[in-house]
């Protein structure tokens, strides 16, 4: 058998991924992690002294604070199996990718280990997110000084 | 006439006693679980780290496969081994505890059997009155290095597998009458039919098990019907479909009892290792616990072994590359089965 008509037996029998199901969950599983983070920022708005700007950072935190719990008792993989995009892109993913090669590394030590290896994976997210901060703020830098926009 | 890439072994080395140690999952998940002779209960298996717990498994399978052949390791004459980890250090820490003359062989999933026919070779040219031959594979090290850390998050598709933390090993020695004879070997070529997915291993492996099967079956002027089981290392649920039906395509007998898949058959039907298990221990194990007891007991006379190795690092994929894959056999037969 050529390679071409394997490639086709081979698309032919592989099992498709079930897109339709993913989709699905992946949106239920984001929207409820998102819907937390929206009631934790309520609870520092309402119980401490946070305004909707500044009520942020801390919220993020949190969230990224169970992560890290769920990450280390071994149930983030397993939510994120049945989620997909939904556990991966809310800050929560950022938090597991971060810990989990923490935890993964720790046996190289602290410095070579942990230190070296903690943004294997998340790396390029930060790597990529203020590079785009940099060019929207850039855009909208542009934009006031022509005075198309306003701040 | 020589067939390429094919050996024969007319003095018949036997295998003469086989063990398999495996980690927690494999005890409980595994149907082959209670034909293991070791069980770790944790997956460090009592070391500090995944990869010392991987050399651990190779000296307990090792220790083990010794000991029921009535030998120490002073007795055995060549240690022939391999895993995955980068430059096989498991097998390396291992072979330094044995204090054994030590190839290491590289073949990916597909070292069960490689190292079985090199350890065939070394018996067969007289240099060899008992050889440790096997391989092991230990999940948590294994995925750290060609995937993901364990603890990250992502979804795996319906044609993943999963690696298994267990350890093959059979000591090899000159004919001894009543256990399983080696008789020929087919050395797997390197094909690459351009798959690229890593998560989807069975589908790139098929093609160089069907390449050593159809070369075996002709360079041995045999066919399917000789054997009593075609067992193939690891393609798991989908590349085993794939391989059994490019057998059918080719016009070969397959009935579908005799066609097994050690990854297939590992974790039962469980849904939640996908499309099977994988490693370099997965056919070791399978192929030194269930294959070597059932021909023991008779079950079966004449088998042929094909280990299916995927030759990828994670290099090369992230270059894009492709993958290309090997797959090496070996018939046993008890006395007296199949021809000579």
Same mark, same amino acid.
């Given at each position: ?151 | ?64 496969? !010794? ?25 390396? +820490? ?5 204090? !054994?003359?030590?190839?290491?062989? +590289? ?8 190292? !079985? ?25 294994? *995925? ?31 004919? *001894?009458?009543?256990?399983? *004879? ?90 939640? +290792? ?17 294959? +070597? ?48």
């Amino acid at each position: 058998m050529d390679q071409k008509t394997y490639t086709q037996l081979e698309q032919k029998m592989t099992p498709k991924v079930p897109l339709a199901g993913n989709l699905i969950r992946a949106f239920l599983v984001g929207g409820l992690i998102c819907a937390i983070g929206q009631a934790i920022m309520y609870f520092y708005m309402y119980f401490f002294d946070f305004t909707e700007k500044t009520a942020g950072n801390p919220t993020v935190a949190t969230l990224i604070f169970i992560a890290m719990l769920l990450t280390g008792f071994g149930k983030y993989k397993k939510i994120a199996q049945f989620a997909g995009a939904g556990s991966a892109v809310p800050v929560t993913g950022f938090g597991n990718a971060m810990i989990s090669a923490a935890i993964e590394h720790r046996t190289e030590g602290y410095v070579l280990g942990v230190g070296g290896n903690m943004f294997k994976l998340a790396g390029s997210v930060i790597v990529f997110g203020v590079f785009s901060a940099f060019v929207v703020a850039l855009i909208k830098t542009i934009l006031v000084k022509l005075g198309v926009i306003g701040w | 006439m020589v067939a390429r890439g094919i050996l024969n072994f007319p003095s018949r080395p036997s295998i003469r006693a086989a063990a398999v140690a495996a980690g927690p999952l494999e005890k409980k998940k595994s149907i082959f679980g209670p034909l293991f002779d070791k069980l770790h209960d944790s997956e460090l298996c009592g070391e500090d780290t995944n990869e010392k717990a991987h050399s651990r498994l190779i000296e307990d399978a090792c220790g083990l496969a !010794l000991e029921k052949a009535g030998a120490m390791p002073a007795d055995a004459d060549f240690l022939l081994c391999g895993d995955l980890v980068n430059e096989m250090t498991p097998s390396n +820490f291992a072979a330094a505890n044995l204090h !054994l003359p030590y190839i290491g062989l +590289f073949s990916a999933c597909a070292t069960s059997v490689s190292s !079985l026919a090199v350890a065939a070779l070394l018996t067969e040219s007289g240099a060899s009155r008992l050889a440790l031959a096997g391989s092991a594979s230990h999940h948590n090290s294994i *995925e750290r290095q060609f995937r993901y850390p364990i603890e990250y998050g992502f979804q795996k598709g319906p044609t993943a597998q999963w690696t298994v933390t267990a350890a093959g090993f059979a000591a090899v020695t000159q004919n *001894e009458p009543g256990y399983p *004879e080696i008789r020929r070997a087919t050395i797997g070529r390197s094909v690459d039919y351009g798959l690229t997915d890593p998560l989807n291993m069975g589908a790139a492996m098929a093609p160089a098990a069907f390449d050593t099967l159809s070369r075996h079956l002709f360079g041995t002027n045999s066919v399917p019907g000789d054997y009593d089981a075609i067992i193939t290392g690891d393609l798991g649920s989908v590349g085993s479909s794939l391989f059994r039906q490019m057998a059918k395509e080719e016009g070969l007998e397959v009935r579908r009892s005799k066609w097994r898949d050690a990854g297939e058959e590992f974790y039962g039907d469980d849904p939640s +290792f996908f499309a099977g298990a994988s490693g370099a221990g997965c056919s070791a194990a399978v192929y030194f616990s269930d294959v +070597f007891q059932k021909m023991l007991a008779g079950e079966y006379r004449r088998v042929l072994l094909i280990a299916t190795g995927a030759l990828l690092s994670p290099l090369s994929f992230q270059q894009g590359e492709s993958i290309p894959c090997t797959a090496h056999a070996v018939e046993l037969s008890m006395s007296g089965g199949g021809q000579s």
